[in-house]
């Protein structure tokens, strides 16, 4: 069945993610994307730091190719990387950061970190920003503090689609630590935004107004009323007269 073919594909490239995102850690992974040509399967890899992930001349690349050829039976894997434009606004890029912040400075200054990502992710143009970081922080009891800012779609088709979401963990002395961002984009369009058109001269009247509104010269003239046809007996009546007269 090709229906089978294609959850069989999707599952693989899932796999694959997996993969590449356990291999490659602190190079700012944001996703992987797999394409099949017919020269091969093509694997775009974006990360923010791309010389991490291609290594001196080009050894971590080379590895890693061979390395997925052995392991999903691929053919002809190509590779490629490209660099994420904007770091701040790309929510895994941020929850990986977080993590390895806290495992570098402890959970002590999880507020600070906590806030100044905030700070990053508002200065680079998102709409809103949500970091919630739950486990034993700072103390031996687990809690959940959350960090917000903006505004935030959380329900609905824009929820599920248009705002980024990211999980990860940060391994620290005291126990493990969940992060999660949700960031909405600048460029996201809404349902519910509504522009308003001051400018009266860009309005243009649809068809059927401008048939209706017509200038009375264009308007049809009434056509003249005809008489009534005269009956035969009426003119036969008129001519006896007339001879009578005579």
Request: hydrophobic share 35%.
């Amino acid at each position: 069945m090709i229906e089978r073919k294609f959850v069989k594909e999707e599952v693989r490239g899932l796999l694959l993610e997996e993969f590449i995102s356990e291999t490659l850690k602190n190079v700012g992974l944001s996703h992987v994307k797999m394409t099949r040509t017919p020269l091969g399967e093509k694997i775009t890899i974006f990360a923010s730091r791309p010389g991490l992930v291609v290594g001196r001349k080009g050894e971590n690349i080379k590895k890693l190719t061979q390395t997925i050829k052995k392991k999903f039976d691929l053919e002809n894997p190509q590779i490629e990387i490209s660099e994420i434009g904007d770091q701040n606004l790309d929510a895994r890029i941020v929850a990986e950061r977080i993590a390895s912040t806290l495992e570098r400075f402890g959970a002590q200054k999880f507020k600070a970190i906590g806030h100044k990502t905030m700070t990053d992710v508002m200065g680079a143009g998102a709409r809103g920003v949500q970091i919630t970081i739950s486990g034993k922080v700072p103390s031996a009891r687990a809690k959940r503090w959350r960090f917000y800012n903006g505004y935030l779609k959380k329900s609905g088709q824009i929820a599920l689609e248009g705002v980024r979401h990211a999980a990860t963990t940060s391994n620290l002395k005291s126990g493990c630590i969940g992060i999660q961002v949700w960031i909405m984009p600048p460029n996201l369009v809404l349902p519910d935004d509504i522009r308003i058109n001051d400018h009266k001269d860009d309005v243009v009247a649809p068809a059927s107004d401008v048939s209706e509104k017509k200038p009375e010269a264009d308007k049809k003239k009434r056509a003249p009323r005809k008489r009534p046809a005269k009956k035969k007996s009426d003119d036969v009546a008129e001519a006896k007269e007339t001879t009578n007269e005579a």
